[in-house]
């Protein structure tokens, strides 16, 4: 079936329509990885986001439920050059049109999906629908969508209902999920942690009641802006025991402590960007999903020592608190998508955990 992405500036991209055939209205994104599809559709920092694959041919090795990140695809809409109907792999469950269908997401191939990543790369991203009608006859109406278009409420929306508990015989580390990855979880299990997962809006003095030993604040999707009441827990949790975050959970922190984020042009998503660290003077290829940054000149009056820069455009990529046991990434370490990865930094907030424990057993 034929069916046409407009884009918010009026470019139009036809092609045809598989997986759930429905009118879809979303942020209109690319990401630059190759492999890993399933990952970017589960991922739930990519709520409320229509994404484009720069990758050719998608789907070639289907779908299997080993590799997912959350409990189905978090994606609006999908785009793809070409999509395989054939797939081959021995951990194939299914077809990526059969899985995208079972879960209401709508998909589009056939349209030339590298000119549409200039497009987004020279303007920047923007909002745009997907339709199967007629789009000239509808203009002004699928416009209006595209105008209306919020996604403020997307933390809330993919967020945990309740407090869950993952057993675990080393310190106890509180989670608040505000889209976390299953990836994420399985880190801290793979070291031994217990876990209890908060929602987003939970309360601090809640969290604190149950006596954990470290803050850890997930990946999500949109402004962190959007979100001042969990910017206000953050303030009391990050000084009462030792914090990591991850993605949104790092410009949260920065928020937090008084510093400023600002929108990317297109952002960076994918599992190919060069980060160095600065303290190991060592360049690691990262997996990366976010539209946001932490605005450099914010931060410099504040305790905060920059740790990671990315080396294609040089914001900020990480920083540490010089006084306090804070630390934050703005990509994902939980993922591998090159020869070194980035799991050091898991081991690195623990051994604070355990310092601080140490610590406070001494002292207590």
Do not use: W
């Amino acid at each position: 079936m034929k069916a046409t992405l407009l884009l918010e500036n009026g470019m139009c991209f036809t092609g045809k329509a598989f997986g759930e055939i429905k009118e879809t209205v979303g942020e209109v994104v690319f990401n630059t990885g190759m492999t890993g599809y399933q990952e970017v559709l589960t991922d739930p920092s990519y709520y409320g986001q229509i994404v484009t694959m720069t990758y050719p041919l998608i789907g070639n090795y289907g779908v299997n439920l080993d590799d997912i990140e959350s409990n189905g695809p978090k994606v609006s809409a999908f785009i793809v050059r070409e999509r395989s109907q054939a797939p081959h792999n021995f951990r194939c469950e299914m077809e990526l049109e059969t899985y995208l269908k079972k879960h209401g997401i709508m998909g589009l191939e056939g349209i030339d999906t590298r000119a549409l990543t200039k497009v987004l790369r020279n303007k920047g991203t923007m909002c745009g629908v997907l339709t199967v009608g007629e789009v000239r006859e509808q203009e002004d109406d699928l416009m209006y969508k595209i105008k209306r278009f919020d996604n403020s409420e997307a933390v809330k929306n993919v967020t945990t209902d309740q407090p869950h508990v993952i057993e675990g015989n080393g310190p106890h580390i509180a989670v608040l999920d505000f889209g976390i990855k299953q990836n994420i979880l399985r880190s801290f299990q793979k070291r031994g942690c217990k876990l209890t997962v908060f929602p987003a809006l939970s309360d601090s003095q809640m969290i604190l009641n149950h006596k954990p030993d470290g803050i850890f604040l997930s990946n999500g999707p949109g402004d962190p802006k959007d979100v001042p009441q969990i910017i206000e827990n953050i303030k009391t949790l990050i000084f009462e025991k030792p914090t990591f975050g991850i993605c949104l959970g790092h410009q949260l922190i920065c928020l937090a402590m008084g510093g400023d984020t600002e929108r990317l042009k297109f952002g960076h998503r994918g599992c190919n960007h060069p980060v160095k660290d600065l303290r190991q003077d060592r360049v690691y290829i990262t997996s990366q999903n976010h539209g946001y940054v932490v605005q450099e000149e914010s931060i410099k009056d504040l305790p905060l020592e920059v740790t990671h820069i990315n080396l294609n455009d040089g914001t900020i990529e990480g920083f540490v608190h010089k006084e306090a046991s804070i630390m934050s990434v703005q990509y994902h370490p939980e993922a591998s998508p090159g020869p070194q990865e980035s799991g050091y930094l898991f081991d690195e907030f623990i051994s604070k955990v355990k310092g601080e424990m140490v610590c406070q057993k001494i002292h207590g």
